[in-house]
C-alpha cells in the first residue's frame, strides 16, 4: 500500500466573456478548485470541483486546512476509507456544501491516480469501457444576442444540429411562463426527428402551482413531440413539491444536481420525487459517493442523468447502465469554460452527437501549466 504524500489545492477563476443569465442568477465567472494528490512513489493524480461564480478560494482553504491533515500519510488505494473518514472528520464544519464539494475534489484525485496507478481509464476502472457515449447538447441560457428570445434559442439549436446533436437542453423560468413557452417551441423546430428537448429551470418557480402552471404551457408549446424531461422546477430542498409534480404531470421530473450525498438522494428516491436523478460528482461527494447513487437509482429503475462536469461524467456515465447520457456544452458558447484549464488535445471530442470517453488513463485530461497560472485567483 502506498501513502499520500502531498494534497496541494488550487483555486481558479475564469472569467465568462459575454455575462450570462439563467433564470435566478447571472453568470460572469466561473470558480474552480483544482486538487492535486501525490503518493509515496511520485505518481500524482487530479481532482477538481466547482464553487459557484464566487467561492473558488474558499474552497482550496477547506481542502488545505480541513482535510489535508486526515488524508496524509493515509493509504492512497483506500478511497471509499478515507472518504468516510474525511465525512466523519468533517461532521461539525461539512456534512454539506462547500466541505463536501472539497471532499468531492479530493475523491476524484484519488480516483484519478488510481486510474493512472492501474494503467486503466476510470471507466474501465470502474466497469465500463471508453468509446463513444451518449450525450446532449445544453444551452439555451438568457443572452443578449441582438435578436429575439425566440430567434436566438432557434439559432442555437440549429447550431448544435449541425455539430451532430440530436437531444437538447434550454433555461426555462427566466422570462414570463408566456414568453419561455414560445421560446419552448421555437427551440424545438429545428430538431430532426426523434430528437429531444430538456428544460432547466434553475429552482425558478416558487411553489408546485406556480411550476404546474408554468410545465402546462411549455407541454402545449411542445404538443406531440413532447419534452424530454423538466429540471429543478422548484427548490432543491422542496422535496414534497418535486414529488407532487412527478405525480401530476406527463413531463418527467429531474433534480439531483445540487443534492449531496447518498442521503439526500435518498431521500427523493423515497418521496418519489424525481423521474430521473442528476447526481453531480463535484458537488456530491466525489467518485464514490457518485457510483453508490448510480447504483441505487438502477435497483429503482431510475435513470441518471449527470450534471455538468463532462470530462468527469464521461467515464462514470460509461460505467452506469442507466445513464440517459452526458450533459455537453461546446466550449465555443463559453458557458462552462472548465476546458479552458484543459490541454487542447485532452480536451473531449464528439463525433455524431456523441462524446467520446477517453483511453488515457485516471481522467485523462492534463491541465494547462500557463492557463492555471493565469486563472489563479488570489
Not at 478548485?33 to 503518493?39: D, G, K, S, W
Not at 476502472?125 to 444551452?139: N, Q
Not at 488535445?345 to 501549466?369: H, S, W, Y
Request: glycine fraction near 10%; hydrophobic fraction near 45%; aromatic fraction near 6%.
Amino acid at each position: 500500500m502506498s501513502k499520500l504524500s502531498a494534497v496541494r489545492a488550487r483555486a481558479v477563476s475564469i472569467p465568462v466573456e459575454k455575462p450570462t443569465r439563467m433564470s435566478t442568477r447571472i453568470l460572469d465567472r466561473r470558480d474552480f478548485v483544482i486538487v492535486e494528490v501525490e503518493e509515496e512513489e511520485g505518481r500524482s493524480g487530479v481532482g477538481y470541483s466547482y464553487a459557484g461564480t464566487t467561492g473558488g478560494p474558499l474552497l482550496a482553504r477547506a481542502v488545505t486546512e480541513l482535510l489535508t491533515p486526515s488524508a496524509l500519510g493515509e493509504e492512497a488505494e483506500n478511497i471509499l476509507g478515507l472518504y468516510e473518514r474525511l465525512y466523519q472528520e468533517t461532521l461539525l464544519t461539512g456534512r454539506r456544501g462547500i466541505v463536501l464539494r472539497a471532499i468531492a475534489a479530493l475523491d476524484i484525485a484519488l480516483w484519478d491516480l488510481a486510474g493512472k496507478r492501474a494503467g486503466l481509464p476510470l471507466a474501465v476502472l470502474l466497469g465500463g469501457r471508453t468509446g463513444a457515449v451518449a450525450c446532449y447538447a445544453s444551452g439555451g441560457y438568457y443572452r443578449d444576442e441582438g435578436a429575439s428570445p425566440e430567434e436566438a434559442v432557434r439559432a442555437e439549436i440549429a447550431h448544435n444540429e449541425q455539430l451532430g446533436f440530436a437531444d437538447h437542453k434550454i433555461k426555462v423560468g427566466g422570462l414570463s411562463v408566456e414568453a419561455d413557452a414560445r421560446r419552448v417551441a421555437a427551440a424545438l423546430e429545428p430538431i430532426r426527428p426523434g430528437g429531444r428537448l430538456a428544460l432547466d429551470a434553475n429552482n425558478a418557480y416558487p411553489n408546485a402551482h406556480e411550476a404546474l402552471r408554468a410545465i402546462r404551457a411549455f407541454e402545449r408549446a411542445a404538443g406531440e413531440r413532447g419534452l424530454w424531461w423538466m429540471e429543478e422546477p422548484l427548490s432543491p430542498d422542496d422535496i414534497a413539491g418535486h414529488a407532487e409534480l412527478a405525480r401530476t404531470v406527463e413531463t418527467p421530473i429531474a433534480t439531483g444536481e445540487i443534492a449531496q450525498t447518498r442521503h439526500e438522494f435518498r431521500a427523493l428516491i423515497e418521496a418519489g420525487a424525481a423521474d430521473i436523478l442528476q447526481p453531480d460528482a463535484g458537488v456530491l461527494g466525489g467518485v464514490s459517493e457518485w457510483i453508490r447513487i448510480a447504483r441505487t437509482a438502477e435497483t429503482f429503475r431510475l435513470p441518471v442523468a449527470p450534471h455538468w462536469h463532462a470530462n468527469l461524467h464521461v467515464h462514470l456515465a460509461a460505467a452506469a447502465p442507466n445513464s440517459l447520457g452526458v450533459e455537453y456544452f461546446e466550449l465555443a458558447k463559453d458557458i462552462y469554460n472548465f476546458e479552458r484549464l484543459v490541454t487542447p488535445e485532452t480536451r473531449l471530442e464528439t463525433v455524431d452527437g456523441k462524446v467520446l470517453c477517453p483511453d488515457r488513463p485516471g481522467l485523462g485530461i492534463d491541465f494547462d501549466p500557463e492557463a492555471l497560472e493565469r486563472f489563479t485567483a488570489a
